[in-house]
Every structure is written in C-alpha cells, then in structure tokens.
C-alpha cells in the first residue's frame, strides 16, 4: 500500500482526495464522511491528495503498490 | 430513445467536453459563450482533474509584439517542418489567454498590479500561476455560466451517427452506471500518454486518442515528442526547477554538464526537467561507467537552494508535490544537506494525438481535441521550453470550445444510433463477463519495458524498435484474458488497452520515419531526409487495423521561407 496512512480522525470528507486522484484509489464514505482507501495497489503515489488535502489527513510512501522501476539506460 | 435507455442512462447536452483538465475547462467555458448546454466530464472530479494542478505552475508567454519572431524562430529552429498556421495562431493566442484565464479566476504572479512576465532565457518568457487552486476557480465560473459538469465518469469510447461523431460512452466509476452521452460536438481533451510512469504525468492514460482513433479519426506525431525527464530516483518524480542543472555530478564527483555543455556553465540559463541536454550527459556519462548521477547540494543553505528552482513564490500556493526536497526530507529520509541525491532519466510521454486544424477540428465531423489529446505540429516535433504544456492546453481549449460552441449553435443534433451504441457498449463491457486471472495492470507494466529503455526509444533503431513492438503486443495479447469485477477495474482495463496501443503507434510510425530529426532518433538513419522525409506520418483506422499514411508539409502555403 503506498496510502500509507488516511487518518480517519483528522479526515472532514471534503472530498478533494477523492477528487485528485488520477487512480481512482480513493473513495467517500457518503455514510461516515470520511475518504476510505478503496484500491490501494492501483496507487502510483503520485503525491496529489497528500498535497491537497486540506488538514494533513494522508501520507504517502514513495513506493508505487506495484510494478518495478524500469531502468532507462 | 426508450430501447437506448435498456443500454444505459441517456444524456443529452449541445457540446461535450471529455476531460475536465486545463484543456478542458477551457473547451467548456469557452463553448459555453455560444449560449448553449454545455457538460464538462472526467474520471476525477471536476477542478482537480489532470496535469495543471500537479505541475508547476509554469506558463508560456510569447509578447503580442513578438508573435511573428516567435513563431519565425520556432519555424527556423523546425528546419520549416513544423505547421507554421499553428505557429503563428499559438504564439498570437498566449498574450489572450492569460488575459481570458485571469478573467475566469485564475490567480496569477503580479508585480505593481499587473501580471509579471518573467524572462527566462534569450527569447523565453514565462508566468507563474497559483496551479493547485487554477482549477477550482475555473470550476468556480464554470458553475456561475452555467456550466454541467459529472464528476467520476470514464469517458471510453465516441459514437457515431453515420460517418458524425454524436456522442460517447462514459463508465460510472461509483455509481457503477453505464452512461450515454448525445451531443451535437464533442470535444475530447483527456490528455497524452504517460503510461503511469513518471508520477507528474499519472492522470494521461492515452485514453483519449484511443477512442479518436477507434471512431476513425486521423492521428498523427506518434513518432515525435517521447521525451525524458531527470528525476529524483528515490521519489519515482521529476525535479522542477530550472537551475538544478549546475549541480548534477557522476560518480567520481565531477560535474556533468560543465564536461559536456560547457556553454551552460556561464549565463543564465533555464534547463527544464524535460531538456534533453541533461538526459544526454546523465546517459553518456553512465554509459562510460561514470554513473550513477547525483545531484549535489551539500553545503547549501535552504535559501540558495529555494533560488535554483526560481518557480516557487511565495504569493502562490506552495504545493508540496512539486517541493520534492521537502519529500527527499520527509518521505525517503534524505538529508539534502550532508548527502548527495541519486538523480534518474524518467520517460515521461509519448508524443502525437489526433491531427487537428486550427480550429481544434479533428478529421472527423462532430469532433474536436485539444490539449496533449490532439496535435498540431506547431513546433515540427520540437519545443523546448517550460510552460508549453499549460499554453497549449488553455490555447486549444479555447479554440476548440470556441468553434465546437459555434457549431453545436447552429448544427442539427443527430441522434444515437442504436445499433452503433449496443456494439460500443459491449465492447467497453466485454471484460467484465470474464473473470480472468491477468491484472491490467500487468499488461501496463509491461509495456514500460517497452516504452522507457532508451535503446528503444530515444536511440532507435529498426531491430530493437521491432523487439520493443514484440514486447507490446505480447503485453497487450494478454489483456485477452483479463476480467473486470467492476467499473474500476474495467477501467483499468481499458487504461492499459490505450497505453499499449500508444506505444504501438510510436514504433510503428517510428519504424516508418527512416531518417533522424527533432526528438526523433534512429541510429540507423541518423541524418535527416527532407528529400523524402518532409512530410508528416498520420495513423487511421481502416477496417480495425491502422494504416499509416505520409502528409507533406504544405511549405508553400506557409508564411515563412527557407
């Protein structure tokens, strides 16, 4: 998992997570309000809802949820 | 319309908009002028969508007093093969839309009230916007015009009505229904193809020119604009800023760019994350067993490395995605200070997308494009300049909503053809009645293989170009045994489907450009051949398969001559 930590506490369900993400990694709790990590290995930690997100509540890990770094040279 | 409604939930609107990024919102807001319906959608949701707000900020800048020599030195630096109409229409249109683009909220750098215009470089000027919040203001005016806007709907596939585009087909990714969209012009701006390599780029999944391409519009570049960005290998990201450049070292600790390009040692210079002179000396120097490269910023202060980047300023929102020496701090643990940081060539996209006019016309009635889902050969294949990007996203879109709005105003609505969306919609939903055991995302991550080694694709070659085709095809034969359990898996599925068919079309019309010019490279015809190479290489679809054709440059016609 590269969503390493959504923090449920923290998190207002603004939405703006679920909003960014390019993966569709991330969805709304209508129910609790809250964002919910629903496809963690789709993750390619591209850092857009920890940037975004309003009040601290995500931390990504630098590491995708799959698929080798391929070397250039 | 009821046998239409068993095949999913019908929407009408006068011009569709795929794509609610840069390019995107400027279609719809622009189209909406015509004082018609206008429905802007996107797989995320509407004011976060695409590359704008995870970029840098940057935008290109060309003076209205410069247009001419602008676009004359761009032709020049083309050797005359770029589109020089485009040329002169892109240049003409920057000063306008920063203009149009404050005017719809976007916040941007400002010295003594008016917008500053930064010099970058001889000839290079740039502004900076507020890129994470741009977005969330153009959605701000989009919805006070009375813009439509859907949120979460993966736009798949175009439909037709006889030889018209009248619509598309869209996946809810939540609410997993299955939508059918009727309009008198559609507009696709879903991006290039970064085939979820470089992080920047994740939101491009060639989406877009697939489904021009699959409803028969004509695309061409696919061989021009694969391009490399020098990233920080810890974080799998890109390094913005322009000044970095000075302090990338080999192995042994001597200084990379000073051996190899001297002349950027002195003067000011701005040197892109994209510039392929740095890829160049990362390359060769670890191609002479010097590698790998770092960059070194030991022993400077926080404030002299904030100064390298020159794009940060402190009235525009501070996005932490691009601030990677705060993510080499916080998230792999690197103390910039005392340590040197392993630095990477990343490929970044493939280049090309459907041919259009200046108008934002593709080749097909009912169908505009514009930003990277469209091309347009303004530079012949070059560029090279930071900013381009978001220039060409807010020109096209513009351009495209404008003359998609006027169109729709006047245009008779063609109908839905039932027939045509049945075989559309069980095509896109095809993979969910399997239940395969290959994950997309197996097929997406083999076609890196293909796409990122530079013995593929940055020195070509036809032998190595054919194996990389090998390796594609392979990756993409195997989506025959992948399965969907849902709307998110199935676009995942048709993700990989786009990206594999994105570096098809690259070898393929790379296989066919046998000569070298712009970031195109063949060890095997390293010269260029304008006696039989000036002419660009379009890609359509003729009875399922792609046929390549040549287009010559129309020199004549143009302004500029050799």
């Known amino acids: 998992m590269t969503v390493r930590n959504l923090d449920r506490e923290k998190c207002t369900g603004c939405g703006i997570c679920v909003a960014c993400c390019p993966m569709d990694v991330l969805r709304l709790d209508e129910g609790a309000g809250k964002a919910y990590v629903a496809y963690p290995k789709d993750c390619v930690a591209c850092w857009g809802c920890e940037s975004f997100c309003p009040v601290g509540a995500i931390d990504v890990s630098p590491e995708r949820g799959r698929g080798e770094l391929v070397s250039p040279y | ?562």
């Open chain 2, 1 to 562: 319309m009821s046998n239409l409604n068993e095949l999913g939930t019908v929407i009408t609107t006068d011009v569709l908009v795929l794509g609610a990024g840069g390019a995107g919102m400027c279609a719809a807001l622009k189209a909406k002028e015509s004082n018609i319906d206008v429905l802007v959608l996107d797989k995320c949701g509407t004011g976060w969508c695409g590359q704008v707000p995870i970029g840098g900020g940057i935008l290109a800048y060309v003076h209205p007093e410069n247009v001419e020599e602008w676009a004359e030195r761009v032709t020049v630096q083309s050797g005359y093969f770029n589109n020089q109409d485009w040329a002169l229409a892109f240049g003409g249109d920057m000063h306008k839309a920063v203009e149009s683009l404050e005017n719809m909220g976007i916040t941007f750098l400002k010295k003594d009230g008016k917008t500053e215009i930064l010099n970058w470089g001889p000839g290079i000027y740039v502004t900076l916007f507020d890129a994470p919040k741009s977005l969330v203001a153009l959605k701000k005016t989009a919805q006070t015009r009375g813009v439509r806007m859907m949120d979460k709907i993966y736009a798949v596939d175009l439909l037709k009505n006889g030889d018209r585009v009248a619509g598309a087909v869209g996946l809810g990714l939540v609410d997993g229904k299955t939508y059918i969209f009727n309009a008198k012009a559609v507009v696709v701006a879903m991006g290039g193809c970064g085939y979820l390599h470089e992080k920047t780029y994740a939101s491009c999944l060639g989406d877009g020119a697939a489904m021009g391409y699959r409803a028969g519009a004509q695309l061409v570049n696919a061989e021009f604009g694969s391009g490399y960005v020098w990233g920080v290998k810890a974080l799998g990201k890109e390094l913005f800023g322009i000044h970095f450049y000075l302090y990338l070292e080999n192995a042994r600790g001597e200084k990379i760019m000073g051996k190899h390009y001297p002349e950027l040692m002195t003067g000011k210079h701005s040197v892109y994350t994209f510039d392929a002179r740095v890829i160049d000396a990362m390359q060769k120097e670890v191609q002479a067993g010097l590698g790998p490269i770092y960059l070194n910023l030991t022993g400077l202060s926080d404030e002299e490395i904030a100064g390298l980047a020159e794009d940060q300023a402190t009235e525009l929102t501070h996005l932490m995605a691009n601030d990677n020496l705060k993510l080499l701090r916080e998230k792999a643990g690197v103390d910039i200070s005392r340590e040197r940081i392993e630095m990477l060539p990343r490929y970044l996209y493939s280049g090309g997308g459907m041919r259009i006019d200046t108008q934002c016309r593709t080749t097909l009635e009912g169908l505009w494009a514009a930003g990277a889902s469209s091309s347009n050969s303004w530079s012949g294949g070059g560029g090279g300049q930071g900013g381009l990007g978001v220039a060409s996203a807010a020109v096209t879109g513009f351009r495209a909503g404008e003359s998609a709005g006027k169109y729709a105003g006047t245009a008779n609505r063609y109908e839905i053809d039932y027939k045509e969306a049945k075989r559309v919609i069980e095509r896109a939903l095809a993979p969910m009645k399997r239940r395969g055991g290959i994950d997309p995302a197996e097929v997406t991550y083999r076609v890196h293989d293909a796409v990122v080694p530079m013995k593929y694709n940055r020195q070509r070659e036809a032998g190595r170009m054919k194996e990389a085709l090998g390796i594609v095809r392979e990756a993409r034969d195997k989506l025959a045994g992948a399965g969907a359990a849902d709307f998110h898996d199935l676009a995942r599925y048709h993700a990989a489907e786009s990206m594999a068919m994105a570096a098809e079309f690259t070898y393929r019309s790379a296989l066919m450009r046998e000569e070298s010019r712009a970031g195109h490279f063949r060890e095997d015809s390293p010269q260029k051949d304008n006696k039989n190479w000036f002419k660009w290489i379009t890609i359509q679809n003729k009875k399922g398969a792609p046929f390549l054709d040549t287009l010559p440059v129309p020199l004549k016609d143009y302004k500029f001559q050799p």
